[in-house]
Structure formats: structure tokens, C-alpha cells
Nanobody
Framework: VQLVESGGGSVQAGGSLRLSCATSRITYSNYCVAWFRQAPGKEREAVAAIRTAGGNGVRYYADSVKGRFTISRDGSKDTVYLPMNNLNVKDTATYYC??????????????????WGQGTQVTVS
């Protein structure tokens, strides 16, 4: 299993970024792809998640990002996207694309993650 993130960077408060996660070498059809983030001095937390099977896709959002972040998946490209709008300084963190294979549930804990990406930095000033 391989997860490759892209799209991080620096932006001013109120701005937008879009993270992408290209997945590969996954033989299951029903699993969960999610984004976690870790800010300096804080615990790593789940931000958003999507189930790959089940039609429109079951999704999860942390309360802190609801209405601002939207997770989606392009199955033809095996890529998960996370557009992030109206960013604020509290969104500054390293963002990790993760997978939980096979699917267990949508609201993942760190212990349920089976594969971690390398992380991409998002800085909001």
C-alpha cells in the first residue's frame, strides 16, 4: 500500500488549499481513506474520512472543519481530495493521508490506521 500526499503549503487566513492523496497497491475495494493532522505540541487528530465502497460514500468530518473542508474520491484515479476553505491559524499542522484496510468504521482512531502517508505541511498565517 502506498499513499502519496501533495498540495500543502502556506496561505493567509481566509484562504484555501487543496490536499490530494494518491493511493496505490490496495487490493481491497472497501476501505477507509482519511486525513489526520498534527499541530505542534498537540495530539494527532482525525480531520475527515471517506469510505470507498457504498455508493455515494460515507464521510466523517471533525467538528472543527465542518462546512469548510470537503473530502471526495475519484475512483478512476485512486485519489482522495481535501479542499480546505476559510483556513485559520488553528488549521496549521502537518496533514497525513491514512488508510484503514479493510473498512472498519468511518470515525477512525489512530490505532485503526493501517497505513500512513509521509505528511504534508499546511501553514496558515
Amino acid at each position: 500500500v502506498q499513499l502519496v500526499e501533495s498540495g500543502g503549503g502556506s496561505v493567509q487566513a481566509g484562504g484555501s488549499l487543496r490536499l490530494s492523496c494518491a493511493t496505490s497497491r490496495i487490493t481491497y475495494s472497501n476501505y477507509c481513506v482519511a486525513w489526520f493532522r498534527q499541530a505542534p505540541g498537540k495530539e494527532r487528530e482525525a480531520v475527515a474520512a471517506i469510505r470507498t465502497a457504498g455508493g455515494n460514500g460515507v464521510r466523517y468530518y471533525a467538528d472543527s472543519v465542518k462546512g469548510r473542508f470537503t473530502i471526495s474520491r475519484d475512483g478512476s484515479k485512486d485519489t482522495v481530495y481535501l479542499p480546505m476553505n476559510n483556513l485559520n491559524v488553528k488549521d496549521t499542522a502537518t496533514y497525513y493521508c491514512v488508510a484503514s484496510i479493510p473498512y472498519r468504521r468511518i470515525e477512525l482512531s489512530k490505532s485503526e490506521v493501517t497505513t500512513w502517508g509521509q505528511g504534508t505541511q499546511v501553514t496558515v498565517s
